[in-house]
């Protein structure tokens, strides 16, 4: 703690506006409800190793095979994160150098695929990720890109209509994976599309990865070839990424991701995954997975209670999706006013949505965070009670002031990890 100590009063030395901003961040993290599902909070450990020595050390290559001296050190600790993701995912081979998960996805279409070829994934404005072959990502311009969607009805992934696109358009590569669809993946049943096709199965988890290794999610590995991840959300740790992969793709992963695509990884970061996946190895984060998906149904079932349409009728996961249309708000409004009374989620288009992305119908939640803070289904109660209050009322001054200090209570009673904030 006293090196933590140290390195802040450097920072606020060295540069006092930008110290001064961290501390703003660091209070707002603390005393708001951040619902945002892709969002969370990482441990002190995780955060002690981000801010390490690590950041100084340039390390081209992979270990043992290293384009610096001076690895020594370097080396052992990738590979033991290597073998701590192998062990927690059950898989054969681990590359934990992607600096995100646009460029991971990216490496895997580079490894497997050349320019041209069919990407089929899921559809940006049906849940999916731009990655995933939306139009405006080098995903739809470097590649031929089909997207699959969710029933009109009931906004779920319709298999049969993804084995029927799959049929017509023979991808070379079939992607899952989602940034705003609340229910589970049937990976078994796009593992047999796949292979009815021929095509690879890429299984992006970037959103539910630690809810996979704890047993509350269906597991992808038995079906896809290829499966990558960012570590920074369920999984709680720093903003970096995973590409895990039968040997068979080992060889042509690694050399997708370096030298073809990155530099020299951010050694920091890649320790910093090793402290979250080993922390993601105990029970007690597998309790947190399994409380983050009763925390979202607890909060589902009340805003259900209380009006509110939710997308698909609820969640199997830690996400919900809202459309806020029947409350007479749209959804950037909504958000807006949401984050004046101390709530922060995202505004976020619905499946076949009339209106504009920047101004879309729904909003985005999720219990990641909350979760990670100790809060129950009792907490998550009295959040759909604000939340029904303020969206009753977006304009609402004196209302959103209230909430906001009854918000910042609550936040008092369930410290945030890795955060101290004194009064002051």
């Excluded at 704890?214 to 369920?234: F, L």
């Excluded at 959804?331 to 004046?340: F, P, S, V, Y």
């Excluded at 989620?345 to 009339?354: L, M």
Aim: charged share 25%; net charge neutral; glycine share 8%.
């Amino acid at each position: 703690m006293l090196e933590v100590e140290q390195a802040k009063l450097a920072l606020e030395q060295t540069d006092p506006e930008i110290f001064r901003l961290i501390k703003e961040e660091e209070r707002y993290q603390f005393e708001t409800v951040r619902l945002i599902p892709s969002e969370n909070y990482a441990s002190a450990a995780v955060m002690q190793a981000t801010g390490s020595v690590l950041t100084n050390k340039y390390s081209e290559g992979y270990p043992g095979k290293r384009y610096y001296e001076g690895q020594r050190y370097i080396d052992q600790i990738e590979t033991l994160v290597q073998e701590r993701a192998k062990a927690l995912f059950g898989v054969e081979h681990a590359n934990v150098q992607p600096y995100s998960g646009s460029p991971a996805n990216m490496a895997v279409y580079y490894a497997l695929l050349e320019p041209g070829e069919t990407i089929m994934g899921m559809s940006l404005p049906h849940g999916g990720h731009l990655t995933h072959g939306w139009n405006v990502n080098f995903s739809a311009r470097f590649y031929r890109a089909v997207q699959y969607t969710v029933h009109p009805e009931t906004h779920r992934i319709d298999y049969d209509q993804v084995r029927e696109l799959a049929r017509k358009e023979r991808p070379k590569i079939i992607v899952s994976g989602a940034t705003a669809y609340p229910r589970e993946f049937d990976f078994k049943t796009l593992g047999e599309i796949a292979r009815e096709v021929e095509a690879y199965f890429l299984a992006d988890i970037s959103h539910i990865a630690g809810l996979v290794v704890a047993g509350v999610h269906p597991h992808p590995v038995p079906h896809a070839g290829v499966v990558t991840t960012t570590i920074h959300k369920t999984l709680r740790g720093p903003r970096g990424a995973m590409i895990l992969c039968r040997q068979e793709h080992a060889d042509a992963i690694d050399r997708a991701v370096f030298p073809a695509l990155q530099g020299g990884p951010h050694n920091h970061t890649t320790a910093a995954i090793g402290v979250a996946l080993r922390e993601a190895a105990t029970e007690e984060f597998r309790e947190y997975a399994r409380q983050v998906v009763r925390n979202a149904k607890a909060l589902a079932g009340e805003l259900l209670e209380r009006g509110f349409r939710l997308i698909s009728g609820g969640t199997d996961n830690h996400l919900i999706l809202i459309d806020l249309t029947n409350k007479g708000i749209f959804g950037k409004k909504g958000a807006q006013a949401l984050d004046r009374a101390g709530i922060v989620c995202n505004y976020n288009p619905i499946p076949y949505d009339p209106r504009k992305p920047f101004s879309p119908s729904g909003i985005r939640i999720g219990t990641p965070a909350v979760t990670s803070r100790g809060m129950g289904e009792a907490e998550m109660r009295q959040i759909a009670a604000w939340m029904d209050q303020v969206i009753a009322a977006p304009e609402d001054a004196e209302l959103a002031v209230r909430v906001r200090g009854e918000v910042r209570e609550l936040c008092r009673a369930f410290p945030a990890p890795g955060i101290t904030v004194t009064d002051g």
